[in-house]
C-alpha cells in the first residue's frame, strides 16, 4: 500500500523505498528537503550523499536547489531569533520540529554552513558520472591510471568500424551478392547508425548469435553456406508445393471477392499468368548457370518472392482483406521462400552488429578510452562476480544514502548496479520516480525494470500535491486519467490542485481542458492515419488563431504546441506561418535540414551549372522565382530562361564580389523578398544558410560546384549533435508560438498547451 509523503515525518531510516511523483507535485522539492534533514537529523555529512539523476543539466538545476534550500534553512535559524516568517509551511513546521532551542539552532546551523561550503564537490550526478567518479577513486587507491579517459566521439568510432567491415567483409563477397544486401537495405550508413544506438544499449541482446560460431568467422566463409542451404531448402519445397501453392493463393483471392473485397492484388482467383511456371523456369535457369546456387543479386531482384509468393505479401493483402490472424496457405514452402529471399540478409546484419561491437571494445581498450555505457559496465556486478567487493565495498563505505531522481528511465544495468550497492540494511535507497513519464527507452530505460525495483521496495509514498496547475484543469485532468493506463496497466492517483496561478479568461462555456475530435472526409468510415495527419497542422494554426483572437491578453508566446517527430513540427510551423503567426521550434535542430536549405540548394546548382536546361527549371519554379507553371512554358520561347541563364551567368563573375548572400539579393526581386519575409520563417533561413556556405566556401576554398556538393552532403547526412551555429536563428523569435518535441519538454511552462498528436499509439 502506498501512502501521501509527508516532508518532516518521511523515515530517514535504512530500506529500498519508492517515492512517485507526478508531474509538477514537487519531487526537486521534495529531494531537497530530504537532503535538508539527513544533513541536520542524521547528522550525515554531505559527501555521504549520493544524488543521481537523468542528465547533466537536471544534476546542475538539482544541486541548485538543494543549495537553496540549504540556505533557507540556515537563514531561517539565524534568524528565528527574531520571529521572521519562515520561507514556506514546510520549512515552518521542520522549524517548530528542530529549530527551537538556541543550542540545538547553533548546532543545525553549523552543520548546514559546512554542507554549503562542500555543495559543489557533493556527488550530486548523473549515474555515468557517479560511475566514473567510482573508477577514478578506485584507480587512486589501487595506484593505477590516474584517470578514467572518456571517449570524446563515439559516433566518429561507430561510422569508422561500420565502413571497415564493410570494406574488408561485405565488399569481399562477389558482385552479385554485395548488390542483394544493398536491395535488402543494407549498407555502411546503416550499420553505422546501428551500431552507435546499439552501443550504448544494455538492454539490447543481438537475436541469433549466442550460440552459434558463425560470428567468429569471416562474412566471405559463411555467407556462401547460407545461402547455399537455403536455396537448397527453398528448391526442395517448391518442387514439391509451388504449384500447389498458387493454386491456393488464386483460392483466397476467390474467397476475398465473394465477401466483397475489390482490392486483393497482387492475387487474383483468373490471374492472366501462370506465376508457379513462370517461377520455375527462373530456377532451372540459375541451375544452369550456377549449378550450386542462385546469386543473392539475382534472389533479390525476382519480384515473385518477393511481392507474390513471399508469406509477408500474402498475410499484408490479408489482412486488407479483413483477415485479423491470417493462415499461411502453405506455411513449410512460404518460410522457406522468406528464408532464401530476407534469411542471407538478417544473417549478414546479425554478423555486422555482433563484430561490429566487439570491434569497438577492442578498438577502446587499445586506444584506453571507455564510452559512457564502458562505465557502467566496468562496475556491472554481473560482469565481477570473480571479485565484486574490489570495488563494491569501497562504494558501500563512502556513501550511507542514495537518492535517485528520474528513475523510471532506469536501464536494467544501472538497477543492478544501484541494487548491488545500496540495498542493504546499512543504506537507505530511495527511488524517486513516476512511471507515466517513462520515455527513455531509446537510451535503454526499461518500464520492466521500474516495476521490479517497485515490488522489492519497503515502502512507497506518492507526492499528491500539484503546484502547478489551476484547479479546475486539474479537476479535468483527475477526471480524464482515473482510469490509468490500461497498455502499461498503470494507475494514475488523483492529484490535489495547490497552485496559486489564475485560470485563463475563458469565454462562457469553455472548459480549460477540451479535446477536439478528428474527423476524415467520410464520416462513415474511419480515416486512415495517413489523412488524419494531413487535417492536423490547419487546423492546429486555425485554433491557435481563434485562442489568440478571443482572449486579448494572450500572446503568441503564450501558446504551445507538442509534437512527436520533426516532420510533424514542421508540416504546423509552415501553417501557421501560412496565417501569418510565428513559430520557434524548441528543439534541436539544424538549419541545413530546412526547406530554406532545399531552396538554397536549387540556387547553388543552378549557379554551378546555368546551362543545365533541368537546375534552371527547378531554380525558377522554387519558391525563390516562383514562376508559375505558364510562365515557365512561356519562357520556352520567349527568351526568359535565357536571361535567367545570362543573369546567373553574370552572378558567377560577380559571386567573388558580392558573396552569396549578395548574389541572392541581386536575383531576387523586392517583391520576391517581401513574399519570402511574410511566410515565416524562409527567407531567415535561407539567409542563414547561404552564410553558412559562404563560410565553408572561404575555409575550405570551394568553389561553386563543390559548395553546391558540400551542402547537398550536409542535408542528407546532418551532423549530430548539431553545432550552435547550426542552429536556426529563426527559431529565436521573442513572440512566437512555442512547437515543441515532447521529448524536450513537457509544456509546463506556457499557459495553453495544444496537443494534436496524443492520439497516436507509440
Same mark, same amino acid.
Given at each position: 500500500?502506498?501512502?501521501?509523503?509527508?516532508?518532516?515525518?518521511?523515515?530517514?531510516?535504512?530500506?529500498?523505498?519508492?517515492?512517485?511523483?507526478?508531474?509538477?507535485?514537487?519531487?526537486?522539492?521534495?529531494?531537497?528537503?530530504?537532503?535538508?534533514?539527513?544533513?541536520?537529523?542524521?547528522?550525515?555529512?554531505?559527501?555521504?550523499?549520493?544524488?543521481?539523476?537523468?542528465?547533466?543539466?537536471?544534476?546542475?538545476?538539482?544541486?541548485?536547489?538543494?543549495?537553496?534550500?540549504?540556505? $533557507?534553512?540556515?537563514?531561517?535559524?539565524?534568524?528565528?531569533?527574531?520571529?521572521?516568517?519562515?520561507?514556506?509551511?514546510?520549512?515552518?513546521?521542520?522549524?517548530?520540529?528542530?529549530?527551537?532551542?538556541?543550542?540545538?539552532?547553533?548546532?543545525?546551523?553549523?552543520?548546514?554552513?559546512?554542507?554549503?561550503?562542500?555543495?559543489?564537490?557533493?556527488?550530486?550526478?548523473?549515474?555515468?558520472?557517479?560511475?566514473?567518479?567510482?573508477?577514478?577513486?578506485?584507480?587512486?587507491?589501487?595506484?593505477?591510471?590516474?584517470?578514467?579517459?572518456?571517449?570524446?566521439?563515439?559516433?566518429?568510432?561507430?561510422?569508422?568500424?561500420?565502413?571497415?567491415?564493410?570494406?574488408?567483409?561485405?565488399?569481399?563477397?562477389?558482385?552479385?551478392?554485395?548488390?542483394?544486401?544493398?536491395?535488402?537495405?543494407?549498407?555502411?550508413? &546503416?550499420?553505422?547508425?546501428?551500431?552507435?544506438?546499439?552501443?550504448?544499449?544494455? #538492454? !539490447?541482446?543481438?537475436?541469433?548469435?549466442?550460440?552459434?560460431?558463425d560470428q567468429e568467422r569471416p562474412l566471405?566463409?559463411?555467407?556462401?553456406?547460407?545461402?547455399?542451404?537455403?536455396?537448397?531448402?527453398?528448391?526442395?519445397?517448391?518442387?514439391?508445393?509451388?504449384?500447389?501453392?498458387?493454386?491456393?493463393?488464386?483460392?483466397?483471392?476467390?474467397?476475398?471477392?465473394?465477401?466483397?473485397?475489390?482490392?486483393?492484388?497482387?492475387?487474383?482467383?483468373?490471374?492472366?499468368? $501462370?506465376? #508457379?511456371?513462370?517461377?520455375?523456369?527462373?530456377?532451372?535457369?540459375?541451375?544452369?548457370?550456377?549449378?550450386?546456387? #542462385?546469386?543473392?543479386?539475382? !534472389?533479390?531482384?525476382? =519480384?515473385?518472392?518477393?511481392?507474390?509468393?513471399?508469406?509477408?505479401?500474402?498475410?499484408?493483402?490479408?489482412?486488407?482483406?479483413?483477415?485479423?490472424?491470417?493462415?499461411?496457405?502453405?506455411?513449410?514452402?512460404?518460410?522457406?521462400?522468406?528464408?532464401?529471399?530476407?534469411?542471407?540478409?538478417?544473417?549478414?546484419?546479425?554478423?555486422?552488429?555482433?563484430?561490429?561491437?566487439?570491434?569497438?571494445?577492442?578498438?577502446?581498450?587499445?586506444?584506453?578510452?571507455?564510452?559512457?555505457?564502458?562505465?557502467?559496465?566496468?562496475?556491472?556486478?554481473?560482469?565481477?562476480?570473480?571479485?565484486?567487493?574490489?570495488?563494491? #565495498?569501497?562504494?558501500?563505505?563512502?556513501?550511507?544514502?542514495?537518492?535517485?531522481?528520474?528513475?523510471?528511465?532506469?536501464?536494467?544495468?544501472?538497477?543492478?548496479?544501484?541494487?548491488?550497492?545500496?540495498?542493504?540494511?546499512?543504506?537507505?535507497?530511495?527511488?524517486?520516480?513516476?512511471?507515466?513519464?517513462?520515455?527513455?527507452?531509446?537510451?535503454?530505460?526499461?518500464?520492466?525494470?521500474?516495476?521490479?525495483?517497485?515490488?522489492?521496495?519497503?515502502?512507497?509514498?506518492?507526492?499528491?500535491?500539484?503546484?502547478?496547475?489551476?484547479?479546475?484543469?486539474?479537476?479535468?485532468?483527475? &477526471?480524464?486519467?482515473?482510469?490509468?493506463?490500461?497498455?502499461?496497466?498503470?494507475?494514475?492517483?488523483?492529484?490535489?490542485?495547490?497552485?496559486?496561478?489564475?485560470?485563463?479568461?475563458?469565454?462562457?462555456?469553455?472548459?480549460?481542458?477540451?479535446?477536439?475530435?478528428?474527423?476524415?472526409?467520410?464520416?462513415?468510415?474511419?480515416?486512415?492515419?495517413?489523412?488524419?495527419?494531413?487535417?492536423?497542422?490547419?487546423?492546429?494554426?486555425? &485554433?491557435?488563431?481563434?485562442?489568440?483572437?478571443?482572449?486579448?491578453?494572450?500572446?503568441?508566446?503564450?501558446?504551445?504546441?507538442?509534437?512527436?517527430?520533426?516532420?510533424?513540427?514542421?508540416?504546423?510551423?509552415?501553417?501557421?506561418?501560412?496565417?501569418?503567426?510565428?513559430?520557434?521550434?524548441?528543439?534541436?535542430? $539544424?538549419?541545413?535540414?530546412?526547406?530554406?536549405?532545399?531552396?538554397?540548394?536549387?540556387?547553388?546548382?543552378?549557379l554551378a551549372t546555368p546551362a543545365d536546361?533541368?537546375?534552371?527549371?527547378?531554380?525558377?519554379?522554387?519558391?525563390?522565382?516562383? +514562376?508559375?507553371?505558364?510562365?515557365?512554358?512561356?519562357?520556352?520561347?520567349?527568351?526568359?530562361?535565357?536571361?535567367?541563364?545570362?543573369?546567373?551567368?553574370?552572378?558567377?563573375?560577380?559571386?567573388?564580389?558580392?558573396?552569396?548572400?549578395?548574389?541572392? =539579393?541581386?536575383?531576387?526581386?523586392?517583391?520576391?523578398?517581401?513574399?519570402?519575409?511574410?511566410?515565416?520563417?524562409?527567407?531567415?533561413?535561407?539567409q542563414q544558410c547561404a552564410r553558412l556556405?559562404?563560410?565553408?566556401?572561404?575555409?575550405?576554398?570551394?568553389?561553386?560546384?563543390?559548395?553546391?556538393? +558540400?551542402?547537398?552532403?550536409?542535408?542528407?547526412?546532418?551532423?549530430?549533435?548539431?553545432?550552435?551555429?547550426?542552429?536556426?536563428?529563426?527559431?529565436?523569435?521573442?513572440?512566437?508560438?512555442?512547437?515543441?518535441?515532447?521529448?524536450?519538454?513537457?509544456?509546463?511552462?506556457?499557459? !495553453?498547451?495544444?496537443?494534436?498528436?496524443?492520439?497516436?499509439?507509440?
Amino acid at each position: 500500500m502506498s501512502s501521501r509523503f509527508a516532508p518532516n515525518h518521511y523515515p530517514l531510516d535504512a530500506g529500498v523505498r519508492l517515492l512517485e511523483a507526478s508531474a509538477g507535485t514537487g519531487k526537486t522539492f521534495a529531494l531537497a528537503h530530504l537532503v535538508l534533514r539527513l544533513i541536520t537529523e542524521r547528522k550525515l555529512n554531505l559527501k555521504e550523499l549520493l544524488v543521481v539523476t537523468f542528465t547533466e543539466a537536471a544534476a546542475a538545476e538539482l544541486r541548485d536547489r538543494i543549495g537553496r534550500r540549504l540556505n $533557507d534553512a540556515l537563514q531561517a535559524l539565524l534568524q528565528n531569533q527574531t520571529n521572521s516568517p519562515p520561507t514556506d509551511a514546510v520549512m515552518e513546521e521542520w522549524l517548530a520540529l528542530h529549530g527551537q532551542d538556541p543550542v540545538t539552532r547553533c548546532t543545525l546551523a553549523s552543520n548546514l554552513l559546512e554542507a554549503l561550503e562542500g555543495l559543489e564537490r557533493a556527488d550530486i550526478t548523473t549515474i555515468h558520472g557517479f560511475c566514473r567518479r567510482s573508477l577514478r577513486r578506485q584507480a587512486l587507491q589501487n595506484g593505477t591510471a590516474m584517470e578514467v579517459c572518456l571517449e570524446n566521439d563515439s559516433q566518429n568510432l561507430s561510422q569508422e568500424v561500420a565502413y571497415d567491415y564493410w570494406e574488408h567483409q561485405v565488399l569481399a563477397l562477389p558482385a552479385d551478392d554485395v548488390s542483394g544486401l544493398l536491395h535488402a537495405g543494407l549498407s555502411a550508413d &546503416q550499420l553505422s547508425h546501428a551500431l552507435n544506438r546499439l552501443d550504448g544499449d544494455c #538492454a !539490447v541482446r543481438i537475436a541469433g548469435t549466442e550460440e552459434s560460431d558463425d560470428q567468429e568467422r569471416p562474412l566471405i566463409e559463411c555467407f556462401n553456406q547460407w545461402l547455399q542451404s537455403s536455396w537448397t531448402a527453398f528448391e526442395a519445397e517448391w518442387n514439391s508445393n509451388g504449384h500447389a501453392l498458387e493454386t491456393a493463393l488464386r483460392d483466397c483471392s476467390t474467397e476475398w471477392r465473394s465477401q466483397g473485397q475489390t482490392d486483393t492484388k497482387p492475387y487474383s482467383p483468373k490471374p492472366k499468368k $501462370d506465376r #508457379a511456371s513462370e517461377l520455375s523456369a527462373w530456377i532451372t535457369q540459375q541451375n544452369n548457370t550456377q549449378p550450386l546456387r #542462385a546469386s543473392y543479386g539475382c !534472389v533479390r531482384k525476382q =519480384s515473385l518472392l518477393g511481392d507474390y509468393f513471399h508469406p509477408g505479401c500474402f498475410s499484408k493483402t490479408a489482412r486488407r482483406c479483413n483477415e485479423t490472424d491470417p493462415n499461411l496457405p502453405q506455411p513449410t514452402l512460404q518460410k522457406a521462400i522468406a528464408a532464401l529471399w530476407d534469411g542471407p540478409a538478417e544473417r549478414v546484419w546479425r554478423h555486422a552488429l555482433s563484430h561490429g561491437l566487439k570491434t569497438l571494445a577492442a578498438r577502446r581498450a587499445q586506444q584506453g578510452v571507455i564510452s559512457f555505457s564502458g562505465l557502467l559496465d566496468a562496475l556491472d556486478p554481473q560482469g565481477n562476480e570473480a571479485t565484486p567487493q574490489r570495488w563494491l #565495498a569501497p562504494i558501500q563505505k563512502r556513501y550511507r544514502v542514495a537518492l535517485i531522481d528520474e528513475f523510471q528511465d532506469t536501464d536494467p544495468l544501472q538497477w543492478r548496479l544501484l541494487k548491488a550497492c545500496f540495498a542493504t540494511p546499512n543504506h537507505l535507497l530511495l527511488m524517486v520516480g513516476d512511471p507515466k513519464q517513462a520515455i527513455y527507452r531509446f537510451r535503454g530505460g526499461d518500464l520492466n525494470t521500474y516495476k521490479q525495483a517497485r515490488q522489492q521496495a519497503d515502502q512507497i509514498d506518492n507526492l499528491l500535491d500539484n503546484r502547478r496547475t489551476t484547479p479546475s484543469l486539474m479537476e479535468a485532468m483527475n &477526471q480524464w486519467m482515473a482510469p490509468g493506463l490500461t497498455r502499461s496497466n498503470l494507475e494514475v492517483p488523483a492529484v490535489t490542485p495547490c497552485a496559486s496561478a489564475l485560470p485563463l479568461n475563458l469565454s462562457e462555456g469553455e472548459q480549460p481542458l477540451q479535446l477536439i475530435e478528428l474527423q476524415g472526409d467520410d464520416p462513415d468510415s474511419p480515416a486512415s492515419r495517413t489523412s488524419l495527419e494531413s487535417i492536423i497542422p490547419p487546423l492546429v494554426a486555425g &485554433q491557435a488563431l481563434h485562442l489568440l483572437h478571443s482572449d486579448p491578453s494572450l500572446t503568441p508566446s503564450d501558446l504551445c504546441i507538442l509534437v512527436s517527430r520533426h516532420r510533424q513540427a514542421e508540416a504546423v510551423r509552415e501553417q501557421l506561418a501560412q496565417r501569418g503567426l510565428p513559430s520557434r521550434l524548441v528543439s534541436p535542430g $539544424d538549419v541545413l535540414s530546412t526547406t530554406g536549405a532545399a531552396e538554397l540548394q536549387h540556387l547553388l546548382d543552378a549557379l554551378a551549372t546555368p546551362a543545365d536546361g533541368g537546375r534552371l527549371r527547378r531554380l525558377a519554379c522554387s519558391a525563390l522565382m516562383q +514562376w508559375t507553371s505558364q510562365q515557365l512554358q512561356d519562357a520556352e520561347t520567349n527568351g526568359d530562361l535565357d536571361r535567367l541563364a545570362g543573369q546567373l551567368r553574370k552572378l558567377q563573375d560577380d559571386l567573388p564580389f558580392l558573396g552569396l548572400l549578395g548574389c541572392l =539579393s541581386q536575383l531576387l526581386e523586392g517583391r520576391m523578398l517581401a513574399d519570402l519575409s511574410s511566410r515565416g520563417r524562409l527567407l531567415g533561413d535561407i539567409q542563414q544558410c547561404a552564410r553558412l556556405v559562404q563560410d565553408a566556401m572561404h575555409r575550405q576554398g570551394l568553389d561553386l560546384g563543390s559548395a553546391a556538393d +558540400w551542402l547537398r552532403r550536409q542535408r542528407l547526412q546532418p551532423i549530430e549533435p548539431t553545432p550552435d551555429i547550426r542552429q536556426p536563428h529563426s527559431d529565436l523569435a521573442e513572440s512566437a508560438v512555442a512547437v515543441v518535441t515532447v521529448h524536450r519538454s513537457k509544456g509546463l511552462q506556457y499557459p !495553453v498547451v495544444i496537443c494534436p498528436y496524443l492520439w497516436q499509439a507509440p
